[in-house]
């Protein structure tokens, strides 16, 4: 899945890219997507893929993560939503990766 984070406006465009899952998020110099904002942790937030979906999981930050404006310990990421950490905004882009097709069982 590739994951494409965008600050939305005209001002202080930020893009990060992310191809490989789990990915943190955070200012540390080994996170996977470095969000250059001072109120960010180290470790922010991590992203990762279950069954196509995107969900976040905050790493135990003071200041939190958000999701659409709501705080989140843990959720679900939707193309188009509004990810936020510190005092930054980041728009979600991705595809949802089809759902695989089974063969049936041999017997």
Known sequence: MRIELVSPGPCKKQKIVISKLPAILGRGPDAAAHVDDSWVRQYQCMLEEIDGVLFVWDLGSRLGTFVNGRRITKGPVAPGDILT?????????YQRQPEA???PAAG
């Open 101 to 103: 097709c089974l063969a």
């Open 85 to 93: 950490v510190g005092k930054t905004d980041l728009v979600v882009y």
